[in-house]
């Protein structure tokens, strides 16, 4: 069993940063993927990032966002720059058994999930 906490979140203008946090209990975290997804109103949730021997990213935020890792600490890290109001979501964090040909674009190969946490950005 692993429980997932994220924090980080908030209300940042148009163009302006901030980095999640999600933090992860259980000794077995660097053998999980990891990954962010969110879901806005009304909309389904959408993969974001992920990351195990690699990194993923959504075309919509390629380049601005950087999903990162720290197994020391059992906490995986979303930095989000140049954010836009279509940013506006909750995020969630989750974490997989998930190898090398893994999908980690579907929530349905994660496990484990967060609470989320709100994300808005005004114009």
């Known amino acids: 069993q692993v429980q997932l906490v994220e924090s980080g979140g908030g209300l940042v203008q148009a163009g302006g940063s901030l980095e999640l946090s999600c933090a992860a209990s259980g000794r077995t975290f660097s053998t999980y993927g990891m990954g962010w997804f969110r879901q806005a109103p009304g909309k389904e949730r959408e993969f974001v990032a992920a990351?195990?021997?690699?990194?993923y990213y959504a075309d919509s935020v390629k380049g601005r966002f950087t999903v990162s890792r720290d197994n020391a600490k059992n906490t995986v890290y979303l930095q989000m720059n140049t954010l836009k109001p279509e940013d506006t979501a909750v995020y969630y964090c989750a974490a997989g058994f998930l190898g090398r040909g893994g999908d980690y674009y579907t929530p349905t190969s994660y496990d484990y999930w967060g609470q989320g946490t709100q994300v808005t950005v005004s114009a």
């Open positions: 990351i195990r021997w690699g990194t």
